[in-house]
């Protein structure tokens, strides 16, 4: 599975458009880009995942740039339970493991 | 209810003593992860299970075992537990379902405390 590469920490106000960039790089062409969230200790959470077009759903919308090397995760309106630690993650489909880097730990502020 | 269950949730125990996670679920799905999470890191795979009578190896399976006993169960067992197991633990599954779409579900976890 390719490595991607997150910000430690971001920022934002609430109500505001939040986005969360990652680097995927060395991606392959068979790879999903998928994101977790994570809430307190709790339980991941899934949000959203794509290959190569962009995807939207009911929490969040996923752009993933032409060349497939990059994405941005946005959170369009954010509200403070929405800070959390969110994971990019890109894997093969089909092959169940999910690897977790270190995330972006997104702090959402009134 | 919750669909994927973990007990105990919080464990303390001693080093050398044997103790068991369990995982249960009620989502129907074939395949069961074990993850640790240790503080400020990501989560690291364990064991994971795509079926009754599958068991694989993941990262971190050095003094750890499972057994899946059922479709709806998969208990992790830490034989002689070590400080460096102190850990918060997560239990996951997924469908088959269309590849693509494969989705993790996440147990609440179970906070283990090795003294």
């Known amino acids: 599975d390719a490595k991607t590469t997150q910000p430690p920490s971001m920022d934002c106000a609430e109500g505001r458009a939040a986005n969360l960039p990652c680097n995927h790089s060395t991606i392959s062409g068979n790879e999903y880009v998928y994101w977790y969230r994570q809430i307190h200790s709790q339980g991941p959470q899934y949000i959203i995942h794509g290959l190569k077009n962009n995807e939207t759903n009911e929490m969040a919308s996923l752009i993933i740039t032409e060349d497939r090397k990059s994405s941005t995760l946005i959170l369009p309106h954010a509200t403070l339970r929405d800070t959390a630690v969110y994971y990019c993650?890109?894997?093969?489909?089909?092959?169940?493991?999910?690897?977790f880097g270190t995330g972006t730990r997104l702090l959402v502020s009134p | 209810d919750a669909d994927v269950t973990q007990t105990p949730r919080n464990r303390i125990t001693k080093t050398g003593k044997r103790i068991m996670l369990e995982c249960s679920q009620t989502k129907g799905h074939d395949r069961m992860y074990w993850y640790r999470q240790d503080p400020g890191l990501g989560l690291r795979l364990i064991y994971y299970?795509?079926?009754?009578?599958?068991?694989n190896k993941g990262e971190i399976s050095d003094g750890y075992s499972v057994s899946r006993q059922a479709q709806a169960k998969f208990s992790l067992s830490l034989e002689s537990a070590i400080p460096n197991q102190t850990a918060l633990y997560f239990c996951?599954?997924?469908?088959?379902?269309?590849?693509?779409?494969?989705?993790?579900?996440f147990g609440p976890g179970t906070r283990l405390l090795v003294l």
């Open positions: 299970s795509f079926d009754v009578k599958d068991i």
């Open positions: 996951a599954t997924s469908d088959t379902g269309t590849l693509s779409q494969e989705t993790q579900y």
């Open positions: 993650i890109v894997r093969v489909a089909g092959f169940q493991k999910l690897v």
